[in-house]
């Protein structure tokens, strides 16, 4: 058989976020003010910190490192998303119901999940499908899936790559940068919608979302977000450059041991659209975000941190009643906290968060010398010889999730809508075509991988 000339899926991730990144930056110049001033904050933070502390692949990773969001109308779109991101080595990552935040959808994150991949490459896709099902207006409802369904978000070009991908299993480079050119024509942003203003208005009345998912023609990147080494200096330094700062960060106060997921973004923008009737108007949707991302929490620390976020913002999950002054808020956050451990030792022993176990330098040294190590893994990490490192949270938070979207739709206001129906994964699943892959599984095996291969080190080693 011929030797196939495959990319490999990190690389066409690697290629496609970029060209993402180079289209958003064209599309919405105010992502690249953001870019920058994200850029100056981690280069001061660099500075400032120890850099033996950092690793050269975190630094890296850093710089590559970004998320963005979607929102499609159908199950077929979705479906065929997951195929796309296949490709790229993107999988489904947990079920997010946004309903209970007022928001007719419900989504997942598609991300690489090997500690390999990530290093080389974190991108993220937070993908959300709409539940027309959570729409009121039966005519509405029924206009809106009728236009969703004349339209194929993707061109038969991409359609055909695809297929061949599957069929041959990879693509060769020259493939791979025809997929990528024409997988990115479907998130671009096209400022002439397909139906007339007074559709437009009706969509947008019954919930701003619906309007943004079947107006277009496509599922137009909704933001895109570089990681952030310091989301209190970039929230503080938005307006010196221009942009208007969400009112809050969302998620966990700032703390020594960063956990989960702190998220800002600046106010999406308004754009002209020309509607089919030939009336021009303006469409909210864009927006540029920041994230700063700290350990990921087992279930226990998770259900710590929801009570927690619970009892700082009163009435959850709306967000009604925080304070809508940062400062205040972060001092709210802060002090609801203080009862959540903030050093390492803590979380570890505590099994809050989850931790990387390997052999240190002096641990591989005194591997090769003839005498008894300790037997337990806290001595061996008290003597030094092992340490445990916190592996980093890569998904997202439900309740901030809710909050970015809030903040982004004009004129949405979060009390107004109110589903009964709850969650629905079973038919999300059903659309996407497999099961979600649970986040907490995941890094409870990166946790473990790494205790099964100290164990291997060391052959005797009790595992707490
Ligand atoms: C997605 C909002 C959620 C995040 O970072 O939590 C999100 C959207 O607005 O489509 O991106
Ligand atoms: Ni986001």
């Known amino acids: 058989m011929a030797l196939k000339n495959f990319m490999s899926a990190d690389d066409i991730r690697t290629l496609f976020s970029n060209a993402m990144s180079q289209l958003y930056q ?15 904050v981690n280069q001061q933070q660099l500075a400032a910190q120890d850099q033996l502390s950092l690793q050269k692949d975190d630094v890296h990773r850093l710089n ?17 998303l997951r195929r796309v991101f296949a490709i790229m080595g993107m999988a489904p990552v947990g079920y997010y119901d946004l309903s209970v935040a007022g928001v007719p959808v419900h989504s ?30 039966d005519a509405l409802r029924a206009q809106a899936a009728t236009i969703l369904a004349k ?24 493939q791979a940068q025809q997929f990528v050119t024409e997988i990115l024509t479907t998130f671009r942003w096209h400022p002439e919608a397909k139906v007339d203003v007074a559709t437009y208005q009706q969509l947008h009345a019954a919930h ?21 080494l310091d989301i209190d200096a970039v929230q503080q330094r938005m307006s010196d450059v221009g942009l208007t700062p969400k009112s809050v ?7 020594q041991c960063p956990i989960l997921l702190r998220q800002t973004s600046f106010q999406a923008l308004v754009e002209p659209v020309q509607f089919a009737d030939q009336q021009t108007g303006t469409h909210t949707a864009r927006f540029g975000e920041v994230e700063a991302r700290g350990m990921a929490l087992t279930p226990k620390g998770r259900a710590l941190y929801d009570k927690l976020l619970q009892r700082a913002q009163g009435a959850p999950p709306l967000n009604n009643d925080i304070p809508q002054d940062n400062a205040a808020y972060q001092r709210q956050l802060a002090q609801v906290f203080a009862d959540f451990p903030d050093d390492e030792t803590s979380l570890r022993t505590q099994q809050l968060g989850y931790f990387h176990y390997q052999l240190t330098a002096a641990g591989q040294q005194a591997l090769n010398t003839p005498h008894l190590l300790a037997t337990q893994l806290e001595d061996l990490i008290a003597q030094g010889l092992v340490s445990a490192t916190p592996i980093t949270y890569e998904d997202f938070l439900p309740v901030s999730a809710a909050g970015i979207f809030q903040s982004n739709l004009a004129s949405a206001n979060p009390t107004t809508a ?8 079973d038919a999300f699943e059903a659309a996407l ?3 979600v892959l649970g986040e907490f599984t995941l890094y409870a095996k990166l946790q473990q991988d790494s205790l099964t291969e100290l164990k291997q080190q060391l052959g005797y080693v009790t595992l707490t």
């Open 249 to 255: 960060i969302e998620g966990p106060p700032r703390r």
């Open 108 to 137: 997942t994150a598609f991300r690489p999940i090997n500690p390999v991949s990530l290093r080389r490459n974190p991108f993220r896709m937070f993908t959300s499908l709409l539940r027309l099902e959570l729409i009121a207006d």
């Open 151 to 174: 339209r194929d978000i993707f061109s038969s070009k991409a359609r055909l790559l695809v297929s061949q991908a599957e069929a041959l299993g990879g693509l060769n480079p020259s």
């Open 208 to 228: 701003p979302l619906l309007a943004d998912i079947v107006a277009f023609s496509g599922p137009h990147i909704n933001h895109l977000t570089p990681r952030t």
């Open 64 to 80: 590559v490192e970004r998320h963005g969001a979607i929102r499609v109308g159908t199950g077929a779109e979705l479906n065929m």
């Open 418 to 425: 109110h589903f009964t129906q709850g969650a629905n994964q």
């Open 433 to 435: 075509g497999c099961p």
């Open 26 to 40: 064209h599309e919405v110049p105010a992502y690249l003010d953001l870019l920058q001033l994200v850029q100056e």
